[in-house]
Antibody, heavy 125, light 108 residues
Framework: EVQLVQSGAEVKKPGESLKISCKAF????????IAWVRQMPGKGLEWMGI????????RYSPSFQGQVTISVDKSISTAYLQWTSLKASDTAIYYC??????????????????WGQGTLVTVSS | EIVMTQSPATLSVSPGERATLSCRAS??????LAWYQHKPGQAPRLLIY???TRATGIPARFSGSGSGTEFTLTISSLQSEDFAVYYC??????????FGPGTKVDIK
C-alpha cells in the first residue's frame, strides 16, 4: 500500500521561489503517475498536473501551464511542485495524489488515490 | 473544457437520514466520473469511480449512479463521520480532469 508524505507548511513573500515535495512509501514509485491538486482558501479542488516518474512525462492543466513546474527524483521516490516567483494568489493547500488508471472493458477508469496530507503555502508580504 | 456543477452547495441532514448529492457535466462524460470525500484538515478520500464502483474499503452506504451528464452520490444512512465536503470529478478525456465545486454535507 502506498503512502504519500508531503513537506511541511511554508510561509513566503511575493516574488520568492519555492519547491514543495511529496515522498512515496511502500509501493513502486515509477509505476504510477503522481498528481498535484490545489485548494485555495475556502474553495474547491483544482487539478494542476501529473507526472510519470518512470520517464518524467509531465502533463499540465491549461490553467497551470507555465505557472508551476512539476518534477520528480525517482531515486528517492519524490515528486516536486515548484514556483520561481510566488504571488499572493498562490496561497493555498497543495495536495499530491497517486493517479491510477484501471483497465475496464470499454476504456480506463482514472482516479486519484491515495492523497498526501497536504502542504499549506502562504504567500504574504 | 468540461465544466462540472454540483447541487446543492450545502445539504443539511440529520444522522441516520439519506443524503442525495447531484453532479452535472456540461457535456457527456459517459461513466467517467469519480466522487471524493474531504474533511477539514485531512486528505481527500476516493469514494467512487466509474460513476458507480465503490473504492476499496468504502462502506456500502455510499453508492453512485448516473451516466452522460447527470450523476448522483447517495449516502443511505448518514453517520457522524460522513459530514464532509463531497466533490465529483470527471476524467472523460485523459489527461484533462475537472472537479465540481463541492457539496458540503452538514448536521441538521
Amino acid at each position: 500500500e502506498v503512502q504519500l508524505v508531503q513537506s511541511g507548511a511554508e510561509v513566503k513573500k511575493p516574488g520568492e521561489s519555492l519547491k514543495i515535495s511529496c515522498k512515496a512509501f511502500g509501493d513502486s514509485f515509477t509505476n504510477y503517475w503522481i498528481a498535484w491538486v490545489r485548494q485555495m482558501p475556502g474553495k474547491g479542488l483544482e487539478w494542476m498536473g501529473i507526472i510519470y516518474p518512470g520517464d518524467s512525462d509531465t502533463r499540465y492543466s491549461p490553467s497551470f501551464q507555465g505557472q508551476v513546474t512539476i518534477s520528480v527524483d525517482k531515486s528517492i521516490s519524490t515528486a516536486y511542485l515548484q514556483w520561481t516567483s510566488l504571488k499572493a494568489s498562490d496561497t493555498a493547500i497543495y495536495y499530491c495524489a497517486r493517479h491510477v488508471g484501471v483497465d475496464r472493458r470499454d476504456g480506463y477508469d482514472y482516479y486519484f488515490d491515495p492523497w498526501g496530507q497536504g502542504t499549506l503555502v502562504t504567500v504574504s508580504s | 473544457e468540461i465544466v462540472m456543477t454540483q447541487s446543492p452547495a450545502t445539504l443539511s441532514v440529520s444522522p441516520g437520514e439519506r443524503a442525495t448529492l447531484s453532479c452535472r457535466a456540461s457535456q457527456s462524460v459517459s461513466s467517467n466520473l469519480a466522487w471524493y470525500q474531504h474533511k477539514p484538515g485531512q486528505a481527500p478520500r476516493l469514494l467512487i469511480y466509474g460513476a458507480s464502483t465503490r473504492a476499496t474499503g468504502i462502506p456500502a452506504r455510499f453508492s453512485g449512479s448516473g451516466s452522460g451528464t447527470e450523476f448522483t452520490l447517495t449516502i443511505s444512512s448518514l453517520q457522524s463521520e460522513d459530514f464532509a465536503v463531497y466533490y465529483c470529478q470527471q476524467y472523460n478525456k485523459w489527461p484533462l480532469f475537472t472537479f465540481g465545486p463541492g457539496t458540503k454535507v452538514d448536521i441538521k
